[in-house]
């Protein structure tokens, strides 16, 4: 069917490039968030003029851009394999790392939260660890997806 299809119809490979693009904005999100977490803490002070810009900041980065995309990834991912079950281990390692991320990206919307109340009891140097999570994460399902090691 695919085959007698026009150059650039494949729905496969317009699924993949939605999933690549939303990956890749999700990442931007995951990797910038915590960076904001980390300014805030270190130089916003409750109630202060800083603080609310953070505020704003965060929840637009959180709402308008990481949780569509996560959406999507997520959505887009079991679109391109549904045979998930049948082998494929790599595949396996990869579907338990991007659950990692969105581990990570619950945590992330908690730590908002906690900061939109004026609650935040982490210091800046929580969040400078806390940012590279994903980072170890996103190498591992590179590699997984490359090199597919198993």
Same mark, same amino acid.
């Given at each position: ?22 990956? %890749? ?120 997806? %490359?090199?597919?090691?198993?």
């Amino acid at each position: 069917m695919f085959a007698l299809m026009p150059v650039g119809s494949d729905p496969y490979l317009w699924i993949k490039a939605l999933h690549v693009t939303a990956v %890749i904005t999700w990442m931007a999100g995951l990797f910038y968030l915590p960076r904001l977490y980390v300014y805030h803490a270190a130089e916003g002070a409750m109630n202060s003029a800083i603080s609310e810009t953070f505020k704003v900041m965060e929840r637009r980065l959180l709402r308008a851009i990481m949780n569509p995309s996560m959406v999507i990834v997520f959505s887009t991912g079991l679109l391109l394999a549904p045979d998930w079950l049948k082998g494929q281990g790599w595949l396996h390692a990869k579907i338990v790392l991007a659950l990692g991320m969105a581990v990570c990206h619950a945590f992330y919307a908690r730590w908002r939260r906690d900061f939109e109340a004026g609650q935040n009891t982490r210091s800046h140097r929580f969040y400078r660890i806390a940012n590279e999570v994903p980072t170890l994460l996103l190498l591992g399902i590179i590699i997984l997806v %490359i090199i597919k090691p198993f």
